[in-house]
């Protein structure tokens, strides 16, 4: 009987780990998500307050992360790492945004589809 008792207790225990496994596993996805909603509709309005942007879509925002990949591309000529590229393609625009002085570095025409822009950066 103490048996029983002792492997239903441990039973007990390993379901109540599983949950609390699952539950952060689930909050942090969560939070991972809406961190990435609330900086990509940050980096939007200020974008927004130094430019006018297109309204009719939401843009593919990326980050600068590897400069070598870029070299000898005159749109990222002045960037830096942790700069954001805003692509706008239906638009047929890309805009290179510095976070850290606020300033719209530069604005050019774009022609790629939305998956050769995501694969690109």
């Known amino acids: 009987m103490r048996i029983a008792f002792m492997r239903m207790k441990r039973n007990i225990i390993i379901l109540i780990l599983i949950l609390a496994a699952i539950a952060g596993v689930f909050f942090y996805v969560w939070h991972s998500y809406n961190t990435a909603r609330n900086d990509s509709s940050g980096i939007l309005s200020e974008v927004g307050k130094l430019i006018i942007l297109p309204q009719d879509e939401t843009p593919i925002i990326?980050?600068?992360?590897?400069?070598?990949?870029?070299?000898?591309?005159?749109?990222?000529?002045?960037?830096?790492?942790?700069?954001?590229?805003?692509?706008?393609?239906?638009?047929?625009?890309?805009?290179?945004?510095?976070?850290v002085i606020n300033k719209v570095i530069g604005v050019a025409p774009f022609n790629m589809s939305t998956n050769q822009a995501e694969k690109t950066l």
């Open 62 to 99: 990326a980050t600068v992360t590897d400069l070598s990949k870029l070299q000898g591309q005159a749109f990222f000529a002045q960037a830096k790492v942790g700069d954001k590229v805003l692509i706008y393609a239906k638009a047929g625009k890309a805009i290179l945004y510095d976070p």
